[in-house]
């Protein structure tokens, strides 16, 4: 159990990535406050962590609301004592392969990404020191570490929590240990319309040198790692789960 007397907050809840994380991280231990902007979603992850013996309350909320993260934050303090973690997995796509978004489409990716990921941080932080062995962990991508994403807002956004991810590193030391992972493509709800694309699927996987795309329960468990004491010197990293795309 090694998430043992931990209590996590993971956004993006409801679905791909921060589902599996949020299942994972209960199985080991910790209780899990599962948030969405689809209350039902994240009703749905909660039942499963239960059933499954967990502890596990279900939050609606929009990460890009600073009342709405400090009011997770309070909900997830009152009903489980406290915050050791935090899991910002919310995130979006841009609504379709454009090489030069308008300002609209540009504003809603930068929001979610980066402004939902500062927001909830800056919401959870203050609980997070006060637990002591406090952890975040971002959601970047690969396409914030490389200039190979189609979309500039998702590159944009993705190379902005890496260092959103440094920063906050470095100012919260030793409190508060912050890091992020970098996926490559994983199938999940959001990459699911893309992989549909058979020209698109062939392109992305030969990027991929172990021959196939990842799975949430991947990420997950480099997630597990560095919100656990296990990873109590490492700070301030951005970690690749990427079948090696990066290593290229
Ligand atoms: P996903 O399956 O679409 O899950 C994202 C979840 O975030 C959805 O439940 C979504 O709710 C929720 N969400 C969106 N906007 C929100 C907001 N403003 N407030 C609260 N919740 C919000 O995506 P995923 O593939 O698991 O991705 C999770 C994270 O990993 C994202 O940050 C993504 O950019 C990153 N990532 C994914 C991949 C990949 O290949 N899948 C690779 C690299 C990085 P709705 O469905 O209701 O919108």
Same mark, same amino acid.
């Given at each position: 159990?090694?998430?043992?007397?931990?209590? #996590?907050?993971?956004?993006?809840?409801?679905?791909?990535?921060?589902?599996?994380?949020? +299942?994972? =991280? $209960?199985?080991?231990?910790?209780?899990?406050?599962?948030?969405? =902007? !689809? +209350? &039902?979603?994240?009703? /749905?992850?909660?039942?499963?962590?239960?059933?499954?013996?967990?502890?596990?309350?279900?939050?609606?909320?929009?990460?890009?609301?600073?009342?709405?993260?400090?009011?997770?934050?309070?909900?997830?303090?009152?009903?489980?004592?406290?915050?050791?973690?935090?899991?910002?997995?919310?995130?979006?796509?841009?609504?379709?392969?454009?090489? !030069? @978004?308008?300002?609209?489409?540009? %504003?809603?990716?930068?929001?979610?990404?980066?402004?939902?990921?500062? *927001?909830?941080?800056?919401?959870?932080? @203050? #609980? +997070?020191?006060?637990?002591?062995?406090?952890?975040?962990?971002? =959601?970047?991508?690969?396409?914030?570490?490389?200039?190979?994403? =189609?979309? @500039?807002?998702? $590159?944009?956004?993705?190379? #902005?929590?890496?260092?959103?991810?440094?920063?906050? /590193?470095? %100012?919260?030391?030793?409190?508060?240990?912050?890091?992020?992972?970098?996926?490559?493509?994983?199938?999940?709800?959001?990459?699911?319309?893309?992989?549909?694309?058979?020209?698109?699927?062939?392109?992305? *996987?030969?990027?991929?040198?172990?021959?196939?795309?990842?799975?949430?329960?991947?990420?997950?468990?480099?997630? *597990?790692? +560095?919100?656990? &004491?296990?990873?109590?010197?490492?700070?301030?990293? #951005?970690? @690749?789960?990427?079948?090696?795309?990066?290593? /290229?």
């Amino acid at each position: 159990m090694r998430m043992r007397g931990k209590v #996590a907050i993971v956004t993006g809840a409801g679905s791909g990535i921060g589902r599996a994380t949020a +299942l994972r =991280l $209960a199985a080991e231990g910790a209780r899990v406050a599962c948030v969405d =902007l !689809a +209350l &039902d979603a994240a009703r /749905a992850t909660a039942a499963a962590i239960e059933a499954a013996g967990g502890e596990a309350v279900a939050l609606g909320a929009d990460v890009t609301d600073e009342r709405a993260c400090a009011r997770i934050v309070g909900d997830a303090v009152a009903r489980f004592g406290r915050l050791t973690t935090l899991v910002n997995s919310a995130g979006v796509r841009p609504e379709r392969r454009d090489p !030069a @978004p308008p300002p609209r489409e540009w %504003q809603r990716v930068v929001d979610v990404n980066l402004t939902g990921t500062y *927001l909830a941080s800056r919401a959870a932080l @203050p #609980a +997070l020191a006060a637990a002591g062995g406090g952890a975040i962990t971002n =959601l970047a991508s690969i396409y914030g570490l490389t200039g190979g994403s =189609l979309s @500039p807002a998702y $590159a944009a956004s993705k190379g #902005a929590v890496v260092n959103l991810t440094r920063q906050m /590193a470095l %100012q919260w030391a030793p409190a508060v240990r912050v890091n992020c992972v970098c996926p490559g493509v994983i199938e999940t709800p959001m990459t699911a319309p893309l992989l549909e694309d058979p020209a698109w699927r062939e392109a992305a *996987l030969r990027k991929h040198p172990v021959g196939r795309f990842g799975r949430p329960e991947e990420v997950a468990a480099a997630i *597990l790692y +560095l919100s656990s &004491d296990e990873a109590a010197f490492v700070t301030g990293v #951005a970690l @690749p789960v990427d079948g090696g795309y990066t290593a /290229a």
